[in-house]
C-alpha cells in the first residue's frame, strides 16, 4: 500500500529508548504483510472491534501522505522537470494500463456495480510509495520511481476521478466533484503539507520521522482492518473471487508496464521500475474513497491490494536481483593483452 514510507532502507530509526526500542519499531513495520493478514482475520471474525474505525479512515490516509511528504525534497520535483520524458512515460502507463486492466477484469469476472468500483478505484488510483522501496530492491532507478509516484500523487484529485467517472459512470453514481475534493483533503493537502514541514522546519522533521513509520503501520493496519469488518458478511462469498482479480490485475500491471517501457525504447533498469511502479498502485486510497462514497463493499478489492503487491513487490526484486547475479557471472571476464 504506501509502505514506501516506513520500508526505505535510507530510513533510520532513533527514536529515544535506545537500540532495544529501535528494533522492535522495526520488526513491526518490517511485519506489515503479516500484520495486515492478522487484522483481516480478526475483522471478519469479530466485525465490532473494528466497524468504529470507519469515520476515521480518511484520516488515517491523510496521516500516512503526510508522512509521505516528509520525505519529499525540492530536488524531487527538479529532477522530474530534468527528465521529463521518462516521467512521462511512466505516468502515462500508469494511468493507461492499470484503469484499463481493471475495466477488462471486471468484464471478464461479470461483477455487481458495488465490486466492480472497488476494482475501477485500485486502477485509477496514484502508484503507491512502497514502489519506492521494491524499485530499490530489485537495483531499478529508485529516482525515477520517487518521482512517477510524486507526479501521480500530484495528478490524483483530478485524473482518479476522472477516470473512474468515464470508466464507471454509467453504471455507478459517481460525484466528481465530491471525489476530487476529497482527494485533494486527504491526499494532496498532506503531501504538500509534509514536504513544507519537511523543507522549512528541518529540525521538527528529524524529530517527527523517526515516529512516522509505526503512526503509518498503525493506521495502514487499522484500515484494512476496518474495510475487512464493514464487509465481513460478503467475505465470504466473494474473497476468493477478488483475491483472484487482485493477483490478476496486479500481474498484468507489471507485465505491461514493462513491455510499454521496453516499446519506447527505455532501457531495463528503467523498464523494471516502469513496471513495478504501474503494478503497485495506492491501493488504501482506493479503499478509502470506497468506504466514503460507496459500499463497504468496495473497499474489499484494495484491501487485499494492500497485502498482495507487497508480496508480489518482494518476488519481483528477488527475481530482478537474481537475473542480474546471473547475468553478471555469465560476463566473459575481461582479457588484457601483456
Known amino acids: 500500500m504506501l509502505s514506501g514510507l516506513f520500508l526505505l532502507p535510507k530510513i533510520r530509526f532513533h527514536l529515544q529508548g535506545g537500540f532495544f526500542v529501535q528494533k522492535i519499531v522495526k520488526k513491526i513495520v518490517d511485519n506489515l504483510a503479516l500484520l495486515v493478514v ?17 469515520p476515521y479512515v480518511s484520516w488515517m490516509l491523510g496521516i ?19 527528465h521529463p520524458k521518462e516521467v512521462a512515460i511512466g505516468v502515462g502507463a500508469q494511468f493507461i494500463i492499470m ?3 481493471a475495466l477488462a477484469l471486471v468484464k471478464v469476472f461479470a461483477l455487481p456495480p458495488e465490486l466492480a468500483i472497488g476494482v475501477i478505484l485500485v486502477g485509477t488510483c496514484p502508484g503507491g510509495t512502497a514502489s519506492n522501496v521494491i524499485t530499490y530492491l530489485a537495483k531499478g532507478d529508485v529516482a525515477l520511481s520517487v518521482s512517477m509516484t510524486m507526479t501521480t500523487t500530484l495528478l490524483a484529485p483530478i485524473v482518479t476521478p476522472a477516470l473512474t ?3 464507471a459512470g454509467a453504471w455507478i453514481d459517481i460525484s466528481f466533484t465530491a471525489m476530487m475534493i476529497s482527494i485533494a483533503q486527504m491526499v494532496l493537502a498532506p503531501v504538500i503539507l509534509g514536504l513544507l514541514v519537511h523543507h522549512f522546519m528541518a529540525d521538527t522533521t528529524k524529530k517527527i520521522m523517526p515516529a512516522m513509520p509505526l503512526v503509518s503501520v498503525i493506521c495502514i493496519v487499522l484500515l484494512v482492518g476496518c474495510v475487512v469488518a464493514l464487509s465481513a458478511s460478503k467475505l465470504a462469498t466473494v474473497g476468493l473471487t477478488m483475491a483472484a482479480i487482485v493477483i490478476l490485475h496486479n500481474t498484468f500491471g507489471l507485465a505491461l508496464g514493462f513491455t510499454a517501457a521496453k516499446l519506447l525504447h527505455m532501457d531495463a533498469r528503467k523498464a523494471r521500475t516502469v513496471a513495478i511502479e504501474v503494478g503497485m498502485q495506492n491501493s488504501g486510497m482506493a479503499a478509502s474513497l470506497a468506504v466514503m ?40 571476464a575481461p582479457v588484457y593483452d601483456n
Open 38 to 54: 492478522a487484522i483481516g482475520i480478526l475483522g471478519a471474525w469479530r466485525p465490532e472491534t473494528l466497524t468504529w474505525v470507519g
Open 64 to 82: 500516512v501522505m503526510f508522512g509521505m511528504g516528509m520525505t519529499l525534497k525540492v530536488e524531487d520535483f527538479q529532477r522530474v522537470l530534468q
Open 99 to 101: 484503469p484499463l486492466v
Open 165 to 167: 467517472y468515464f470508466l
Open 293 to 332: 462514497y460507496f459500499n463497504p463493499a468496495a473497499a474489499l478489492p484494495g484491501a487485499i491490494f494492500s497485502v498482495w503487491h507487497n508480496v508480489s513487490g518482494s518476488l519481483v526484486a528477488n527475481f530482478c536481483v537474481r537475473r542480474d547475479n546471473r547475468e553478471a557471472q555469465e560476463e566473459p
